[in-house]
């Protein structure tokens, strides 16, 4: 029997070529990240598990997960003290929804506290990501590198376009699954004034689709019970965009 945690499997999301870009972008940058930031680890086995190995293959680095599922987090935990116990040192997972923990915990760390490497990939809600990429952006130093997941999806359908149409950051959308993966350097402190005002008009604009608008005025019960109403297939495309 094989006992070498290297090769246990534990549940997670991202097929093998998204684990292989996150694991490259952690092993070929430029300036190996001292700290990641991810939200939504689910069960581990996916961006957590990856990022994590590549700290530990660099040899320096502390990854900071975020997750808001009380079960899931405690299934996450076990999971990577089996997987990855080499890795554990450089792994401080952190309980509760990211609009919350995030501000928390950069305030536990100082100002000058930066983020070199950011994965987003927490609820579906739009909103999120953009919600989290204004509180870590102005901890992400030029250079710094952020990922999010679900990129073609609902998800992703804010933070996409907008961070495209800043003109401080380089981006790049991976087509390699279905829901798409995200990535963008920061290459200057700030967009110019055009690039910020042409992102926050589309931004606006997104806003004001008529489903989102609904998802953000209805109480979350009445938005599951409308769900829950759906097909299938037709829940999904609503709630996740596929
Ligand atoms: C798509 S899964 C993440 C998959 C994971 N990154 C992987 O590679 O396997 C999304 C996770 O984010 C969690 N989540 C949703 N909203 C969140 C939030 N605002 N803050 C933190 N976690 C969140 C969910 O509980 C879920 O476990």
Redesign the pocket.
Known sequence: MNTDASSVEI????NSE?RRIITAAVLEAEQKPKVIL???????????L?LLRALEQNGVGHLWG????RS??DE?LKNIRTAAPEALHRFTPLF????R?IPQWLAKQGPQFKIDFA?L????NPS?QIL?FGLIDPRLPVGGILMA??AKLR?GKWLVPYLSRLDNWESQLHDVSAEGLFSAKKIAPHPSASSFRSARLHLLRMRFQPAEVAAALLPAKVCKFVLGLMPEKLRRHVGEGR
């Open positions: 549940s997670g999301q991202l998204e991810e939200v939504g680890t689910w069960l581990g086995g996916g961006s957590t990856h975020i997750e808001a599922d899931i987090y996450m509760g929804f990211s609009q923990i994965f990939d927490g609820g579906n999120e989290e997941h679900d998800k």
